[in-house]
């Protein structure tokens, strides 16, 4: 019988990044060569704030950031003190008269109160000498951080000058993936890791983003984060900055957290013999976190709201519309976030999305609701005309009182119901805008596709893309429920929690401790019904859910093309590679209609210039022969037809497709004769938002332009394969389907007699995430009789020895498991030792 050991492991040889030959090695420099950069000791920090540094556009303008910030602190703490204390209100709104010798007109100076009289309300009120302590201690605290990092950042500022040869000033005009190839090319020179001799795109993607893989892996398998049925809500995810805040404080670098460092778990949380002794550690950690947030709840609370007015109440005012206008929400950038995503790719793909996410939402207006809108807009704007109109005619109206403020509300309501009122010309198609969606965001849920019409559909989708009011509500009442989802909610799963972070740890050489998933590994992780039937080894509990593994692995493939990935993920891209092709050659024949290729590229063209789409299949042009066109973008002087190009459809493999991608164009960065660093800074990729680069020998704008259509290209080469998978994936779930349904027709009756023969026992304590033994026979049973899926509200009966027990699916990711009557299994012991085996997953061939 097959088995997986759950306990956690040090990297196979699958997963290793490093040369045949150096897994154990330990490279040794002569004291007389290190040099400044050999050997740093935390890795993760170092990388972490070369990025940032790089994002923020070099070190001043990080500084001057970081400065405002205590500066802003102080002003909201002592502006909003000064208005509680320091103002008489009765002279401000003219209900006390002032008494002037030299004028009868009330300025501003006159509503404030003298000095001692202020000083002794600010002394006399506990409440405010409390907040002035709690605030000034937290100041102190930034204070020392700011002037810790200045010094960090320093260091980082020098390695940027000396180490990479890129200067503060040229520093805003290099893209991320020509700092990360002078990283990967000077580890020959300055061993920063000893572990290994070479770096690879993996090892620094891993070591910036390690907990964040961790996060989106637990979203995944919707370990996190908690999800509610209000009573008129329906499903409600609650997920704000504060409740991440505490997530990670909990489980990676607060007091008593899950690992020791920033790059190592904790030994005992390594071994699964004491898991039930750790769990209720962690419930514990958990309830005095939760009780801490509720003691500061009131102080945390107030800063809320005072950020909140301060940084909003402007903005309203000038566009009394930005309420009604979307964001996409901490929840869905976390469940649409791919493995070794970094912030700036995510947001690239999210912000080209947000337009036609913009329009779907649009196509729901209630009719009702907008017949209301437009008949409270009429009488409003009557109303507003009128008063415009008397101000026009004699400005004394405006001394009237709340004439001026009528205004204002007469025209923020104005605004707002016109919010509400579609636009008459817009015709929407919202199977074709989810479509377009999809391209950007490269993850849906499969029962959208073709039930983009319904409202259900419509009320998922706005958990991922919600209202900017609705965003700013929630993290105003983010300080008042955090403490009680933490001490109700997550304590429950705190058993799942420590078995999620045992079973998918891995120890990768050079790296330290990563999540399994991040590997993006289709053996360990892949899913059979997507593209990885074959050549996944994982079973239901290992496997990511809605294909996140393959597409992030096509991601990273894109992104960095000179990454070398494992021989199993090489494979799933070339086979992805001939399928393209062939059905790209289909489509050169005339069958360009049925097509899986085709039809990701027709899904693209109502927000995708239609030329670069064509240019793509047939490869980059020239970079003579681009121009910008009148309306400012990018035009080709060859006319080409998608027809035409159908052969030559670009694929994702990083080892031809990519590369050939790039190479076609020549580099805009002439090197200068004092940049060691070479070949390297040449790398010319990106799907993220800095499509920037500057010229040494050429112009500026040609090399702006030369990086501004690679990274489109390489933007459209995922959006396209995203799609085609979807449809791949769509196509073989509807033959499933159809098989599983005529397996239930032939077998109902056996699969009910073998489950009313047995009972299971109920004696043992387990969560839904751990995994649990059977006997063969056991686990021949369940697999015929006891696979359920359902998905969105669907129950479906899956059968097959091959393909392994089925688990219920929650909507837009994530698993349940569900454990029938008829299914026995081994007791599993509650305690043990530290060097005691775990129970084992079972997984199929």
């Avoid at 709340?402 to 025209?411: A, E, F, Y």
């Avoid at 294909?547 to 992104?559: C, Q, V």
């Avoid at 392994?804 to 299914?823: C, D, F, H, K, L």
Wanted: proline share 5%.
């Amino acid at each position: 019988m097959a088995h997986f050991d759950t306990e956690y492991q040090r990297l196979e040889t699958s997963y290793n990044d490093s040369p045949p030959g150096e897994e154990n090695l330990l490279v040794h420099v002569p004291e007389g060569t290190k040099s400044q950069w050999h050997h740093i000791e935390n890795l993760d920090l170092f990388f972490q704030r070369i990025y940032n540094m790089h994002q923020k556009n070099g070190f001043t303008c990080m500084l001057l950031g970081e400065l405002f910030e205590l500066v802003q602190l102080v002003f909201v703490v002592a502006f909003t003190v000064f208005l509680a204390n320091c103002v008489d209100y009765d002279i401000l709104f003219a209900n006390k008269f002032v008494n002037h010798t030299d004028s009868s007109k009330v300025t501003l100076p006159d509503a404030f109160l003298p000095v001692d009289v202020c000083s002794a309300r600010i002394r006399d009120n506990v409440a405010v000498i409390f907040i002035l302590v709690i605030s000034g201690v937290f100041w102190l605290h930034r204070l020392i951080k700011f002037m810790y990092n200045i010094c960090c950042y320093w260091e980082i500022r020098s390695f940027y000058n000396n180490a990479l040869k890129m200067s503060m000033a040229e520093l805003p005009y290099f893209t991320w993936q020509e700092v990360q190839a002078r990283i990967v090319e000077i580890q020959k020179e300055h061993q920063i890791c000893i572990h290994k001799k070479e770096l690879s795109e993996l090892d620094i993607y891993h070591r910036i983003l390690r907990f964040k893989n961790y996060m989106v892996a637990m979203v995944n398998k919707s370990l996190l984060p908690v999800r509610s049925r209000l009573p008129l809500l329906g499903d409600w995810v609650f997920y704000t900055r504060g409740l991440k805040y505490n997530f990670e404080l909990i489980f990676f670098w607060g007091p008593g957290s899950l690992f020791e460092n920033e790059w190592s778990l904790k030994t005992e949380y390594k071994r699964g013999g004491n898991r039930l002794e750790l769990a209720d550690r962690l419930s514990s950690r958990i309830l005095w976190i939760g009780v801490a947030n509720l003691l500061l709840c009131p102080v945390i609370l107030v800063w809320q709201v005072l950020y909140a007015f301060f940084s909003y109440t402007e903005v309203i005012k000038r566009e009394p519309g930005s309420l009604g206008a979307r964001c996409w929400s901490l929840y869905g950038r976390c469940y649409l976030r791919h493995f070794n995503e970094l912030d700036h790719e995510l947001m690239s793909r999210l912000s080209k999305g947000y337009k036609a996410s913009s329009k779907y939402m649009n196509c729901f207006m209630s009719p009702l609701l907008t017949v209301v809108a437009k008949n409270v807009a009429f009488f409003a704007g009557s109303l507003l005309a009128v008063l415009i109109a008397l101000t026009i005619y004699d400005e004394d109206v405006l001394s009237v009182e709340h004439v001026l403020t009528s205004i204002t509300l007469l025209g923020v309501c104005v605004t707002v119901c016109r919010s509400f009122i579609p636009d008459k010309h817009m015709v929407f198609c919202p199977e074709q805008l989810l479509k377009v969606i999809l391209a950007h965001i490269h993850y849906m849920p499969d029962h959208w596709q073709g039930n983009a019409h319904r409202y259900e559909t419509r009320d998922e989708f706005s958990q991922l893309f919600q209202y900017k009011a609705v965003f700013i509500l929630e993290e105003l009442l983010s300080p008042v429920i955090t403490p009680f989802i933490l001490i109700f909610c997550l304590r429950r799963k705190s058993l799942e929690i420590i078995d999620f972070f045992r079973n998918f740890t891995v120890e990768v050489v050079g790296v330290g401790d990563t999540c399994s998933f991040a590997q993006m590994d289709v053996r360990q992780h892949g899913h059979p019904a997507w593209m990885s039937a074959g050549k996944t080894e994982a079973s239901i509990y290992q496997q990511a859910e809605d294909g996140k593994t393959e597409l992030s692995l096509m991601h990273f493939a894109i992104t960095n093309p000179h990454w070398q990935p494992p021989r199993e993920s090489t494979h799933f891209i070339s086979q992805l590679k001939e399928k393209v092709h062939r059905e790209a050659a289909v489509g050169h024949q005339g069958a360009v209609a049925d097509s899986h290729a085709f039809t990701s590229i027709h899904s693209l063209q109502s927000e995708e210039p239609r030329s670069l789409i064509a240019n793509l299949l047939v490869g980059p042009p020239p970079l003579g022969s681009l121009h910008l066109g009148r309306d400012g973008t990018l035009a080709n002087h060859v006319s080409v037809g998608l027809s035409d190009g159908a052969p030559s459809l670009r694929s994702l493999s990083p080892l031809s497709g990519s590369l050939h991608l790039r190479s076609s164009y020549p580099s805009s960065r002439l090197h200068r004769p004092d940049h060691p660093s070479g070949s390297a800074s040449r790398t010319m990729a990106g799907s993220g938002t800095d499509a920037r680069t500057v010229s040494s020998g050429s112009s500026a704008w040609e090399g702006q332009l030369t990086s501004l259509v690679l990274s489109e290209y390489a933007s459209t080469e995922m959006s396209i394969h995203a799609v085609y998978i979807h449809e791949l994936h769509k196509q073989q779930s509807r033959g499933e389907l159809s098989r599983h349904t005529w397996h239930r027709q032939e077998s109902d009756e056996s699969s009910e007699s073998a489950i009313d023969d047995c009972e299971a026992p109920r004696n043992l304590p387990r969560s839904n995430t751990f995994p649990f033994t059977a006997t063969p026979h056991q686990e021949g049973a369940a697999l015929q009789s006891s696979g359920q899926r359902r998905y969105g509200g669907t129950t479906d009966a899956l059968s097959g020895a091959t393909r392994g027990q089925r688990s219920a699916r929650v909507p837009m990711g994530g698993w349940v498991e569900e454990i029938q009557s008829g299914r026995h299994h081994d007791p599993v012991p509650e305690e043990g030792s530290e060097d005691e085996l775990p129970p084992q997953i079972h997984k199929v061939a």
